[in-house]
């Protein structure tokens, strides 16, 4: 089937949705700086209570930038985000953007281990990272040069500006544990870098096709590698996700942001998309039911966008509360199978579809969803989004396209694509052809109207809670005891949506297992979420006649069993 000639899919947008976007021209600084000036006083950020406006929003992030400039930040410069979700983490994405400089954005949870590899990919000398694990990077040896790591403590006020001084309920932002922190020794607090002028209007801004972001992603197999995202990347994606959204009106919506900005899709939904329709973004640390719902009772949601355990949890949690998720008229399930129970539980408590969308960090991440519309379809994965193209081709050979209805490996076109990984031409040529197509590495089928569903994933990730895990990394770090021989580790789907990490190991002669030890030792390598839920020993693991694992052979050996 050919979809670049013809879109069947398009008759099936909701009305006023357009099959093509006006593509950007500038860059994402320039656009934050016309919602800053359009905006106004209008809310920007929410923070447990304290509300900051788009003005005092766009000083801050002129402060700030003054700031890194004065620490020797320059255009193309890299520099590290290791934060929550929090006002700082908008204003440092923003200020590293405005100097022409890129932002590498961190899992706050990951281990010194983990970031200590992705520091030494892209080199960044400048970090702004949460207090309370600045010590990952201040911890790191000498041969990674770090100059200044700028601390954030959560518990902080901005100390100038006027719009901060709305009641803060103090008592409950300290008892929310993502918030504990204790001042990081060695560090430049964040309010110093705010004593800062403002930087100059005449500082040379980025241009709409330089780098804007390298987002860390575990790609189809191995460690992480840096996606690079430019602005036209992320404006682009911005701009498609405003079109879907057809109904959504500036200074109008409000976004809960649950996701984590240093994922790609709430990086998206929040700090591109919902800067540009000047909503206002109510910022969790993490996601906490109760807080959200007493959120809701001051500032409803309209724009509520999640993973599927999240709804479940949240709904859950308004039936039994009695409050209301009426306002929520926006929703988007991403980064895994959304469950048909839980569309009913969710729509039966909203004012709106859920809808499930489809994208990865090489594509902004956005490509594919279905429609806030009556066509929409439970269970695929939607249609392409306004200028996105996608054929479906043969696992043997990708440059055939199967027939219509016909598994196949998806490939994504479109502006959002991202422009490569750092310094890795060889991955970048086996995900990117020359011509611009993606390869997504998962197995689709698609019906006669363009509606995708997932069959299969010819890559061999983990989707756990969202995040992604490498098979690979877990196998390492349980190679890794002494106690193990070898380690094949897959995912075992769930009910509610989402997969378990599952390793099982061979044991050394005469060793017995012990999972907990096991998962302890994992604890010192790896972030929480990669460590397998269930550890099962096996006599031997199936190999192929070259040696290498067959996890397919694995889940199918251990998933009986547990």
Not at 6 to 15: E, I, L, R, S, V
Not at 29 to 36: A, D, G, I, L, N
Not at 45 to 62: H, P
Not at 318 to 334: H, M, N, Q, T, W
Request: glycine share 8%; hydrophobic share 40%; aromatic share 8%.
């Amino acid at each position: 089937m050919d979809n670049t000639a013809a879109h069947p899919w398009t008759k099936n947008y909701q009305p006023g949705v357009p099959a093509e976007i006006e593509l950007p021209t500038e860059s994402l600084s320039e656009m934050f700086e016309r919602s800053v000036a359009e905006a106004g006083e209008h809310p920007a950020t929410e923070f447990f209570g304290r509300r900051t406006s788009y003005r005092d929003l766009g000083e801050a992030v002129e402060r700030a930038a003054e700031g890194l400039r004065l620490l020797g930040v320059r255009a193309e410069d890299t520099v590290a985000l290791i934060l929550p979700n929090c006002p700082q983490h908008v204003i440092a994405f923003y200020a590293v953007l405005r100097l022409g400089a890129v932002v590498v954005e961190h899992n706050p949870l990951y281990t010194s281990k983990e970031l200590r590899h992705q520091f030494e990919d892209h080199q960044a000398r400048i970090v702004i990272a949460w207090d309370k694990v600045a010590g990952s990077v201040l911890g790191f040896p000498k041969d990674v040069q770090i100059d200044t790591v700028i601390s954030v403590n959560l518990l902080e006020a901005f100390p100038t500006f006027k719009a901060l001084a709305l009641n803060l309920p103090v008592k409950k932002l300290r008892e929310s544990k993502a918030a504990l922190s204790a001042p990081a020794p060695g560090t430049m607090p964040w309010k110093q870098l705010l004593k800062a002028d403002r930087l100059s209007t005449s500082h040379p801004r980025p241009k709409v096709n330089d780098l804007a972001v390298i987002q860390y992603t575990s790609g189809t197999t191995g460690l992480p590698k840096g996606a690079m995202l430019t602005h036209f990347n992320l404006y682009s994606n911005a701009l498609q996700g405003e079109a879907w959204m057809a109904g959504a009106k500036e200074r109008e919506e409000i976004l809960y942001a649950i996701l984590p900005m240093f994922h790609a899709f709430g990086m998206t939904l929040y700090l591109t998309f919902g800067v540009k329709k000047q909503g206002l973004l109510v910022l969790f640390p993490k996601f906490d039911p109760d807080l959200i719902l007493d959120a809701m009772k001051k500032s409803p949601a309209t724009v509520y966008c999640a993973v599927p355990p999240i709804y479940e949890r949240t709904a859950m949690a308004a039936k039994e509360k009695g409050v209301s998720l009426r306002s929520a008229k926006y929703c988007i399930s991403g980064a895994m199978n959304l469950p048909a129970h839980v569309v009913e539980l969710w729509e039966s408590v909203s004012g709106g579809l859920l809808v499930e969308g489809y994208g990865m960090t090489e594509s902004s991440p956005v490509a594919m969803g279905n429609p806030f519309h009556p066509t929409r379809r439970t269970g695929t994965i939607g249609v392409p989004f306004p200028s996105t193209l996608m054929k479906v081709v043969d696992l043997d050979d990708p440059d055939t396209e199967v027939e219509q209805g016909e598994p196949g490996e998806l490939l994504i076109k479109g502006p959002q694509v991202f422009a490569g990984y750092w310094n890795n031409p060889e991955e970048t040529a086996k995900t990117l052809t020359a011509d611009g197509w993606l390869h997504t590495g998962d197995v689709v089928r698609v019906d006669p109207d363009g509606f995708a569903t997932i069959v299969d994933r010819a890559k061999e990730l983990i989707i756990t809670g969202g995040f992604n895990v490498a098979p690979t990394e877990v196998e390492t770090a349980l190679r890794a005891h002494p106690d193990v021989k070898d380690a094949a580790v897959f995912g075992r789907a769930l009910e509610r949506g989402g997969e378990m990490v599952v390793a099982a190991v061979e044991l050394e002669p005469g060793v017995s297992l012990d999972e907990s030890k096991l998962r302890e030792h994992c604890r010192t390598q790896l972030a929480g979420y990669k460590i397998p839920k269930r550890i099962v020993a096996v006599d031997d693991l199936p190999r192929s006649m070259l040696g290498k694992i067959l996890r397919k052979q694995v889940r199918e050996q251990v998933n009986p069993g547990l």
